[in-house]
């Protein structure tokens, strides 16, 4: 599903009797990312050097933390999340990929061939935090 050529990835059509329907990648990326983001154990997406302007900016990135790539009948996402500290991260990762899958499918008829989670770091209270910002000053 790679794109060599540097083209644009055109969203995902789909023709019906009445006309075509598109669904753009990034509708799928927020799809995921929100479905992920609910669970209980994920602290939030990690977001790389562009993710982390637009937020600074003041837009919401809904699809922070995610990849996918799109074809016209299956995608394949990957997911850099954080988790909370204390869980057990495997069952947190089998959960977002189960989620994940689940909402991209329900929603937008395509097949998620893959669902790739890679962790980037653990998330601690905020109590924990505000404690350790004491005992530094």
């Known amino acids: 599903m790679e794109n060599n050529n540097k083209e644009k ?17 990034e509708v799928v990326s927020i799809i995921a990312g929100l479905a992920a983001t609910e669970l209980d154990g994920i602290a939030g997406m990690s977001a790389g050097l562009v993710g982390g302007i637009a937020e600074i900016l003041g837009r919401k ?29 495997p069952d947190v990762a089998l959960a977002a990929q189960e989620n994940v899958k689940q909402a991209i499918e329900t929603m937008t008829g395509l097949s998620v061939v893959e669902v ?16 350790e910002e004491v005992r530094v000053r």
Do not use: M
């Open 116 to 131: 790739n989670v890679h962790v980037q770091g653990v998330g601690f209270p905020e109590e924990e935090e505000k404690e």
């Open 61 to 89: 990135n809904f699809a922070k933390g995610v990849k996918v790539e799109v074809g016209e009948k299956e995608a394949a996402v990957d997911l850099y999340i954080i988790v909370k500290y204390g869980v057990r991260i």
């Open 9 to 25: 990835v055109l969203p995902t059509k789909k023709e019906t009797r009445l006309g075509s329907i598109r669904i753009a990648d």
